[in-house]
Antibody, heavy 128, light 110 residues
Framework: EVQLVESGGDLVQPGGSLTLSCVAS??????????MSWVRQAPGKGLEWVAT????????FYVDSVKGRFTISRDTPKNSVYLQMNSLRADDTAVYYC???????????????????WGQGTLVTVSS | QTVVTQEPSFSVSPGGTVTLTCGLN?????????PTWYQQTPGQAPRTLIY???ARSSGVPDRFSGSILGNKGALTITGAQADDESHYYC??????????FGGGTKLTVL
């Protein structure tokens, strides 16, 4: 089972930048096989998918509202995934969760996707 | 724009059965969307209940089950208990790396 721990959340001014980190640990997993994602939750609001990266780091996907501002990346030897956030806005204020993006794979293809497990989250506050 | 729909709120009596649904503003939900369900209490990370339509996550009681009902994903809680009172979120995989969450259902047990 894999455990995920996020870090890097902070108070940042509008227009500023921040990088979040997520480290995976545990037993019976190979980080290089895992797709990883970031999901956020604004105060008092629901969950919102933010970004996903494939196991190789060669494919990245983003919700429209962060395209061009956020970058998801990974460092497989460090069992880590990152979210670099630029041009931050007040509506980016949220708890950011790291999660494994699970897929249903056959010998030839993968289908679907879900988030499990999750980290405990790290709070990003964008305010002057 | 894809919108995933959930009932904003629902009530169930202790010991009762409730089915929460997860729909699409355009089209039907199928197994290809891998409907997945989470339970979340305030201040806590989401807890995975059901993933990939009907697979129960480790440690989740079998009174939680997932399915496709009609054109929607569904989470059924059988024999509701007081500590089931929580927020429930579904997520659908839309393809091309994109996932969309529903707005959540606040379940009250009374």
């Amino acid at each position: 089972e894999v455990q995920l721990v996020e870090s890097g959340g902070d108070l940042v001014q509008p227009g500023g930048s921040l990088t979040l980190s997520c480290v995976a640990s545990g037993s019976d997993f190979t980080f290089s096989n895992l797709w990883m994602s970031w999901v956020r939750q604004a105060p008092g609001k629901g969950l919102e998918w933010v970004a996903t990266i494939n196991q190789y780091g060669s494919q990245t996907f983003y919700v429209d509202s962060v395209k061009g501002r956020f970058t998801i990346s990974r460092d497989t030897p460090k069992n880590s995934v990152y979210l670099q956030m630029n041009s931050l806005r007040a509506d980016d204020t949220a708890v950011y969760y790291c999660a494994r993006f699970g897929r249903n794979c056959t010998a030839t293809a993968c289908y679907g996707g879900w988030f499990d497990p999750w980290g405990q989250g790290t709070l990003v506050t964008v305010s002057s | 724009q894809t919108v995933v729909t959930q009932e904003p709120s629902f009530s169930v009596s202790p010991g009762g059965t409730v089915t929460l649904t997860c729909g699409l503003n355009s089209g039907s939900v199928s197994t290809s969307h891998s409907p997945t369900w989470y339970q979340q209490t305030p201040g806590q990370a989401p807890r995975t209940l059901i993933y990939n339509t009907n697979a129960r996550s480790s440690g989740v009681p079998d009174r939680f089950s997932g399915s496709i009902l009609g054109n929607k994903g569904a989470l059924t809680i059988t024999g509701a208990q007081a500590d089931d009172e929580s927020h429930y979120y579904c997520v659908l995989y839309m393809g091309r790396g994109v996932s969309v969450f529903g707005g959540g259902t606040k379940l009250t047990v009374l």
